[in-house]
């Protein structure tokens, strides 16, 4: 009747299964390549992140650029509507 839920993952690896990873990348790769291949990740994730932080940057700027240009129309409606109200009443 009751039926627990299982998680897919039970956790991070500790110490046996870290062993294991290593061993294995050991065997794949050799103990020669592992810190070619570690500096190489390092420096993908180093542009990844700073792709990311420009593209935020281009967002922000453009959010500011937007609404600096709702602001601009807002003072364009008012200054307009200003006028307007004045001439009318320069007529009456």
């Known amino acids: 009747m009751y039926d627990p839920i299982v998680p897919l993952f039970p956790g991070l690896p ?11 990348l050991v ?3 050799g103990a ?12 993908a994730m180093g542009e ?5 932080e ?3 940057e281009e967002l922000q700027e453009g959010a500011e650029e937007s609404s600096s240009e709702t602001s601009t129309a807002e003072t364009t409606e008012t200054s307009t509507a200003d006028t307007s109200t004045a001439e009318t009443e320069k007529t009456s």
């Open 32 to 43: 020669n390549k592992i810190p070619k291949l570690a500096r190489s990740t390092g420096q």
């Open 48 to 52: 990844f992140k700073r792709g990311r």
């Open 54 to 56: 420009e593209i935020e």
């Open 27 to 29: 065997l794949l790769f």
């Open 14 to 24: 500790g110490g046996p299964e870290l062993l294991i990873v290593l061993f294995v």
